[in-house]
C-alpha cells in the first residue's frame, strides 16, 4: 500500500516568523499522523532556518510517529542524526542561499562520502535514502552505495505541470528510474513540489511506495484545514 509521509517543516516557519512557541511542530508532528498521515517528514538545515535540533530530538521520541529526517552530508548533521536517532534518514543536497532544495545530489562527486555516511546509519539500523534526480546512472550508483531507498526529486515535473507544459519526458524519465529500482530491490520514493495534480499522475506508477509533501499541504490548510487536506492526498495515493 502506498504511503503519505508529510513534511512539517513550513509549520516552523510560521512559529520562527515570530520568534515564539506557537504554532509548535511536536504537536504537528503528533495531529498528521493522528489525522491520516504514515509518517513525519522534518529537514534539520544547516541554517536551522525552520526546524532545530531541540524539535527533531522531541519528534524522534515520540513512539508511535516515523519520523524521516532530511539531513545534507555536513559532518556535525550526520553527528547529530545518529544522536537523535529518527526511524528514516534521506541525504540530500543542501546549499545555504537556496530557497527549497533544487535537485538530486551529485552522486558521482560524493560518493566516497556517501558510502561512509550510509555505513554509519546502516551500523545504527537506520533506513537510508537518497534523494535523486530521475535516473538511470544515479539509480545504479545508489545500488552501489547500499542504500535503502531512494527518493526521486519531482520538481520538474510539478514544474511543468503547474505551467502546463508538456511533462511526458520527465514523467518516463521517473518510470525508467522507478522500475530499475524496483528491479534492483530499492524502495521507490517521490517528493517536492508535488500537488494534487502530479500526485495523482505519479501514483500511476506502480513501483513508487512513498510520496513526501510538505509546502503544498501546510500551504492548502490554509484554506481547507490540515485533515481534509491530508485526507484527499490519501485518497489521490491508495485509488
Known sequence: MKRLGVNIDHVATVRNARGEK???PTYAANQVIMMGADSVTIHLREDRRHINYHDAKKICKIKKIFVNLEISMNDKIVKNA???KPNYICIVPENRKEI?????????KNKDKLKRIINKFKKANIRTSLFINPSIRDIKLSKKLNVDCVEI???????????KKSYILELNRIKETSKLANKL??????GHGLDYKTTQLLTKIKEIQE??????????????????????????IRN
Request: aromatic share 6%.
Open 211 to 236: 510520496f513526501n509533501i510538505g509546502h503544498f499541504i501546510i500551504g492548502e490548510s490554509i484554506f481547507l484545514g490540515l485533515k481534509k487536506v491530508i485526507k484527499k492526498f490519501k485518497k489521490i
Open 185 to 190: 530491490d530499492i524502495e521507490v520514493h517521490a
Open 22 to 24: 506557537h504554532p509548535d
Open 82 to 84: 545518529l544522536k537523535i
Open 153 to 163: 526529486h519531482t520538481g520538474k515535473i510539478s514544474n511543468l505541470v503547474k505551467l
Open 100 to 108: 527549497t532544495t533544487e535537485g538530486g545530489l551529485n552522486l558521482i
